[in-house]
């Protein structure tokens, strides 16, 4: 008798090294290793390429400081390529939390694991969210959305929620097909491109969020007069900052109370993040609107 329980024991017992090593290597090989208890000796965070690099590290140089400060470790910052490279960099461990739009955020969590920990709140209004809007030049005859049948358009980036998902959700809802009825579209890369494209009459129309767009209305780069919109979207849930969700629990929640506690002062030297006031905690189940969207309009968000 046991003979047999013993027999059965190591039975069991090489079947469960047999699954650890299976799942090890299947994480290994798919690029999704947990390691929970992974040591972070420089906590590297990447931002989506909303504007010009230079610019962006120069822009976000303070927060860089002050997480550093506040979590006890050194953190660098870099300004990806395009969307997807942010997804990839994280899915492969490259950064360890980013600056995401929400459609990218929830490629990046299904690709990558990434976890939504806060959003900006505005100053003006108290608002987390914000909206995509279509741009015409004013010389292009587009008064209306119907108008922009036989039109040239730039999208932002296949990724970009106000530059990409929404601008096609509003175009398809009125009757535009993007894929026939443009004279051509192209993806412009960033926001700030997408708005020079029009008013230097590259293209006719463009997709674009008004938080981008306000930023470059204040800052003299574009005319009110020469790039107009013709279209504001329903709201868009905001941009969330993301950690990668096989960081040490303990680390994730310190990166979270640093960005909630963030003081205005520091809030203020980041031009890039527009008129935030605040951080404010939130879930990845509050992206969930975009994720029926993206299932509505069949786009992968499991593409990056």
Known sequence: MEKKYLVYALTVLVLLVALFN???????????????????????????????????????????????????????IQVTNDYTAAIEAMKYKHIDMAWFGPFSYIMASDVAG??????????????????????????????????????????????????????????????????????????????????????????????????????????????PNVNIIIYKSEAIPGSPIAVRGDLPEELKERITQALVNMDEQTINKVDGWGDIASYQKVSDADYDIIRDIAQVLNMDVASA
């Open 22 to 76: 299976y799942t090890t290597i299947k994480s290994y090989l798919t690029g999704n290793v947990i390691d929970s208890d992974e040591e972070i000796e420089v906590l590297k965070m990447g931002l989506i390429p909303a504007d010009d690099a230079a610019e962006m590290l120069r822009a976000y140089e303070p927060v860089k400081e002050y997480l550093s400060r506040e979590l006890g470790i050194p953190v660098e």
């Open 114 to 223: 990434a976890e939504a920990i806060v959003n900006g709140v505005r100053r003006s209004d108290g608002k987390t969210d914000y909206h995509s809007i279509i741009v015409v030049n004013v010389n292009s005859g587009i008064k209306t959305l119907a108008d922009l049948k036989g039109k040239s358009f730039a999208f932002v980036d296949p990724a970009s929620t106000s530059g990409n998902l929404m601008p096609r959700k509003i175009l398809i809802e009125n009757g535009i097909d993007p894929e026939k009825d443009f004279s051509n579209y192209y993806y412009a890369g960033t926001h700030n491109a997408a708005e020079y494209a029009i008013s230097n009459g590259k293209v006719d129309a463009a997709a674009d969020s008004d938080n981008s767009y306000d930023k470059m209305i204040a800052e003299g780069e574009i005319d």
